[in-house]
């Protein structure tokens, strides 16, 4: 146990606390900026198995955040150098690389056998996906967010609301690291942050993180914080399906322009997110309403003004690029 012997020197740790990480079973989904240091602390304190899910490939834009990786693992999936370089960290915990994208289709495979889920996508879609499953089967979920020099690392979901009371509409326009920029300290802080929760979920250590919020301003070397344990949920939850889900009989949608994608069904309307409204379409009586846009975003801000006249099922589609 000399690995692990300043950790387990912690008030409340302990060996009943190291045989806690050792028995954990984790899912992570994202290996990038936030999943380096999560990735390296978790291994490193001797998780005894990691479920790593990522579609991606190494890009030359990831090195200055995603820590992991190297020049010389350009072109290589991020699941499974991350999962070699965990590997020659602590031969000890065991890394499972899933090369897959997390949709609604696949959460539930991914997340069978886990005690935690750590959310380090960079999409929201992913993260609302991820929130809905775990509130359903009352697992833990530790997610992260952070554009430019912002974000927020919180615990949600099993005792604790789910991502959807602290979030229940989104904003007009959703930044991302490609589109906004990011540093990579902000990236490195949450996800060292996500990190220390996920070992105090695991623990069982006090208070619990589950129901905190943890807030970082960098470019005004600002924290902040708040509980919520007490944020009910919203009454309008808008869920995700995969394109694979749609039905003939479904009213859809596809708001994308005509230069981003083609239609994605041939039954399908191309519109935008304005022309939902008042004296906008409505779906027939019986019919559910399919919104399809590429992150999901402009899908939720036209179920937004579609449930304001027609009270019928509305379930999303982040078809993506």
Request: proline share 7%; hydrophobic share 45%; net charge negative.
């Amino acid at each position: 146990m000399t690995r692990y012997a300043r950790q387990i020197a912690v008030p409340g740790v302990g060996d009943a606390g190291q045989a806690r990480l050792q028995a954990a079973r984790l899912l992570v989904v994202g290996a990038g900026g936030l999943a380096a240091p999560v990735l390296q602390y978790l291994a490193g304190a001797g998780v005894g198995h990691i479920r790593l899910v990522d579609p991606d490939h190494v890009e030359l834009s990831n090195l200055h955040r995603q820590t992991i990786f190297r020049q010389g693992d350009l072109g290589q999936p991020k699941a499974v150098v991350a999962a070699n370089a965990m590997r020659a960290l602590n031969a000890d915990c065991r890394i499972e690389a899933v090369e897959a994208a997390l949709g609604p289709e696949n959460a539930a495979d991914f997340c069978a056998g886990v005690q935690v889920v750590v959310d380090c996508a960079d999409s929201f879609a992913a993260s609302y996906i991820l929130s809905d499953h775990c509130k359903a089967v009352n697992l833990p979920l530790i997610s992260a967010s952070v554009t430019q020099t912002e974000g927020y690392a919180g615990g949600f979901c099993c005792d604790a609301p789910s991502l959807r009371a602290i979030f229940p509409d989104l904003p007009q326009s959703m930044g991302n690291c490609a589109e906004d920029g990011v540093l990579g300290p902000v990236v490195g802080m949450l996800g060292s942050l996500q990190a220390q929760m996920v070992m105090a979920v695991v623990m069982g250590l006090s208070p619990s993180p589950l129901g905190q919020m943890v807030t970082c301003d960098a470019g005004a070397m600002r924290f902040g914080g708040f509980r919520f344990d007490g944020a009910p949920e919203p009454d309008w939850q808008p869920g995700f399906i995969t394109p694979q889900a749609m039905q003939d009989t479904d009213f859809i949608v596809d708001l994308r322009d005509p230069g981003e994608a083609a239609l994605i069904c041939d039954s399908a309307t191309r519109l935008p997110v304005e022309a939902f409204g008042p004296d906008g379409p409505r779906p027939q009586t019986g019919q559910r309403a399919v919104l399809v846009c590429r992150s999901g975003l402009r899908s939720w801000q036209a179920a937004e003004r579609l449930s304001q006249v027609w009270d019928g099922e509305i379930v999303l589609v982040a078809a993506g690029d």
